[in-house]
């Protein structure tokens, strides 16, 4: 910590710093308009349709996933009370259902329960001194890492079922076998869930009574071992190990990812181990067939994201960055297989939301890489997600992971708009342009960035208000679609981070902000932060206090939960001695810029007074620390 002067006098807010305030003001407002027209007073959502099976848990939870997000980012008090609220009706609500045993889900696929564990993990994250939900996070980790519970297979090191949860691992993938039939418009575009059975070659013969029985029958019987998408399990475990570094947490993680390392090789990771702990024992032997792997229904989209989950989940707890290896084969593989073509022309699965997010350069060539692989080969080709290229970049900062982030940027239409007004549940999609700010070739990056996510927030409003004239208000997806709280951009400004990894991914930032005053976490009131540079020696931040009356502190620290220290600073601080100046001048005296070099142990406290700025050059030790739930007041 500091008491030098470490800013400067502000003769013009910068427009990001004003439109970040705003932003922040905006998503405030309009998540107070969500809460009071789609929530009831115990929190719980508003009219919620029966379960018929063990799917929607996720989407009463999802509307929610980044509320905490934002409070730690400097978002209002009440989101944060009123997430945990809101955490606590939908429980309740869906264990009245039948959905959950002991507040925990009774057992599903990883792809969708990822999604559930984002809102849950957030707020141990935003608020750790929480008793209730500190008892919470360890409670269901033991899920997975006591095998009494059922789910985790000690003496194989797997996990025992594709659907696993509070009842242990469940059999087969629903409680009754119903015929997998051709009639299933919304499955149709990820083809037959498995391929190769006799008689069943593609989707036209599901029309076949017989056929729809027998392919459910052997979905049912396959559904047994462990799946590739449970390395997402790992979020559990190490979301309990950063209450108090528990070291049976960070062992079962550290066994469980190593399996899997195993089991790829050096090669490309296998997406099923059969009952028996033997890689594809139900597929044939195959490397791919797997629930939810390499074959159907996603492919790289699934597989990718969990085992990056993992893998980034193992590095946490061993600072061995080793099982990045696990996703860098899968990219070399499908970049090694890459085509050209458009999105238009092509037939990908989840061509829906490229066509959405390129506008009219989906008609452009671009790169296609394969994310799937069946009995003829790779197949299913369409544009590389950059969640994965780039998560793997901003962990490692490696030379080798900026040069396959660059390919797959390259890879983009060169039309393609990087701040195009997109969004999706993912609340992502502008990767792209968030690095090439930070590479130095869009410095406009952040005004545009900022004045697209406050028209997301317009737009989604808009959309609250007419609901009456929505023909979609009434589908289960629909609060997801409203959720007026935007974070991808100002995760990407403030905390210098890509968005979280949507399948159970924890909310990794680059630095970490307390408001001093108030004993929170994140940003002061009026206070504005733009990470513009993240390299091997550290990290380059602007703060900015936009307010012309007020005095505002904020403490600095390290990120990745605390992996990262920030050791020094340099602040390039103008002499200020000489400001406002006289009233009679027509401008204010401009004083020399020096840069003045801090020492400090990951504790950096900036004190802004009225319409200053600090500008911030910060040296990280990374991966030097102990990463932890921060144990600042929270409202």
Request: with cysteine.
């Amino acid at each position: 910590m500091t008491d030098a002067p470490l800013c400067s006098p502000l003769r013009s807010i910068p427009a990001w710093a004003v439109l970040q305030r705003r932003l922040f003001d905006e998503i405030e407002e309009a998540r107070r308009v969500f809460r009071d027209r789609y929530t009831l007073q115990d929190g719980r959502l508003r009219g919620v349709a029966e379960f018929i099976d063990r799917d929607g848990v996720d989407d009463l939870y999802e509307p929610f996933f980044n509320w905490p997000a934002f409070y730690l980012l400097g978002g209002d008090d009440q989101a944060l009370s009123d997430a945990k609220r809101h955490w606590e009706g939908v429980t309740a609500q869906l264990a009245e259902a039948g959905m959950l045993t002991d507040e925990y889900e009774n057992g599903y696929d990883w792809f969708h329960q990822g999604e559930s564990l984002l809102m849950f993990a957030g707020i141990c994250a935003a608020d750790p001194t929480d008793a209730a939900f500190a008892e919470r996070a360890r409670r269901f980790a033991a899920l997975y890492t006591d095998p009494v519970h059922g789910n985790y297979d000690a003496e194989r090191n797997i996990i025992r079922s594709p659907h696993n949860g509070a009842l242990g691992a469940r059999v087969g993938l629903d409680d009754t076998v119903s015929p997998y039939a051709a009639d299933r418009e919304e499955m149709r575009p990820y083809g037959l869930p498995i391929q190769g059975l006799d008689g069943i070659r593609d989707w036209s013969d599901l029309a076949e009574p017989g056929n729809a029985l027998r392919m459910a029958e052997e979905m049912q019987r396959r559904a047994a071992g462990d799946v590739a998408v449970n390395l997402a399990s790992t979020s559990l475990a190490v979301n309990a190990w950063l209450y108090d570094g528990d070291e049976h947490a960070a062992a079962w993680v550290r066994r469980y990812v190593d399996g899997w390392m195993q089991r790829a090789a050096g090669g490309i990771m296998p997406d099923s181990v059969g009952p028996d702990g033997i890689p594809g024992s139900l597929q044939g032997g195959r490397w791919w067939g797997g629930h939810y792997g390499w074959a159907w229904p996603h492919g790289l989209h699934s597989v990718g994201m969990s085992a990056l989950i993992g893998a980034l989940n193992h590095a946490l707890v061993t600072d061995d960055d080793i099982a990045l290896d696990l996703v860098r084969t899968m990219l070399d593989a499908v970049l090694d297989e890459a085509r050209p073509g458009s999105v238009a022309d092509s037939t990908y699965s989840l061509r829906g939301g490229w066509m959405a997010r390129l506008g009219d350069a989906a008609g452009e060539d671009g790169m296609l890489v394969p994310y799937r692989h069946g009995t003829e080969g790779w197949f299913d080709f369409g544009p590389l997600q950059l969640d994965l290229p780039l998560w793997l970049w901003w962990w490692s900062r490696s030379q080798a992971d900026r040069a396959r982030l660059e390919k797959a940027i390259a890879g983009l239409p060169a039309s393609a708009d990087p701040v195009a007004p997109f969004r999706d549940k993912e609340e992502a999609g502008h990767e792209a342009g968030w690095y090439s700010y930070l590479a130095g070739r869009l410095p406009d990056y952040p005004e545009r960035a900022l004045q697209m996510a406050l028209g997301q927030v317009a737009r989604r409003t808009a959309m609250m208000l007419g609901d009456h004239d929505d023909p979609d208000a009434a589908h289960l997806h629909f609060w997801q679609r409203v959720n007026p709280v935007v974070t991808e951009v100002l995760t990407q400004l403030v905390g210098g981070a890509p968005q979280v990894l949507y399948n159970g991914g924890l909310g990794h930032t680059a630095l970490r902000y307390e408001d001093v005053d108030r004993n929170r976490p994140g940003l002061p009131q009026d206070v504005a932060a733009l990470v513009h540079r993240l390299d091997d020696d550290g990290i380059g931040v602007t703060l900015v206090n936009t307010s012309v009356v007020h005095t505002r502190a904020v403490r600095l620290r390290g990120g990745r939960f605390g992996l990262d220290r920030i050791v020094s600073a340099t602040a390039h601080v103008e002499d200020s001695s000489g400001y406002p100046g006289a009233s009679g001048s027509y401008a204010a005296p401009r004083g020399a810029v020096s840069a003045i070099d801090v020492s400090c142990d990951d504790d950096l406290v900036i004190v802004l007074p009225p319409a200053h700025c600090a500008d911030l050059d910060l040296s990280i030790a990374r991966a030097t620390g102990s990463p932890r739930h921060a144990t600042g007041g929270a409202a």
